[in-house]
């Protein structure tokens, strides 16, 4: 199970919601499941979630599930997993999109000014390979 860090510079909204009857997580299963991030707040455990994105994709609203939450220094790092077949898929697109804009940002910073298809033209080449793959 692989868990991909959302890049802090792009502020994920992350709300409770009533707990939804997930179907259960195979813990043999490989490749992509969530991501991880790190909240101002502590999330309990197996809890429900709704994951919206404004930077990104207005539209973009996805459901998961707390997989853990660990205090550190920084806030509280949690695990959110998409046990269904069509959350995982988009999420990882959208983290995709996430990890270019966030390299985008990155490279701006280093003096170098990209546009979007530039900069995804250089993170497919640089790390679309390492980039865990969808296989639910």
């Known amino acids: 199970m692989e868990f991909v860090a959302h ?3 792009l502020p994920l ?3 409770l919601i009533e707990d939804q009857p997930f179907p259960p997580m195979n813990e ?7 991501i991880t ?10 809890r429900s979630v709704r994951i919206t994105l404004e930077e990104i994709d207005p539209n973009f609203c996805v459901s998961g599930r707390v997989a853990w939450c660990n205090k550190e220094d920084d806030g509280y790092h949690i ?4 046990p269904t077949k069509e959350e995982c898929y988009c999420v990882r697109m959208i983290e995709q ?3 270019i804009e966030h390299y985008r940002r990155q490279a701006k910073v280093q003096g170098r000014r990209l ?4 900069a995804a033209a250089e993170w ?6 390492s980039f865990p793959a969808f296989t639910i």
């Open 79 to 82: 695990a959110i997993e998409f």
């Open 7 to 9: 890049p802090r510079d």
């Open 28 to 34: 043999e299963r490989v490749g992509f499941v969530g």
């Open 124 to 129: 497919i080449q640089k790390f679309a390979a």
């Open 97 to 99: 999109l996430s990890q």
């Open 13 to 15: 909204d992350i709300t």
């Open 37 to 46: 991030y790190v909240a101002l707040r502590p999330f309990d455990n197996g």
């Open 115 to 118: 546009n979007y298809n530039e």
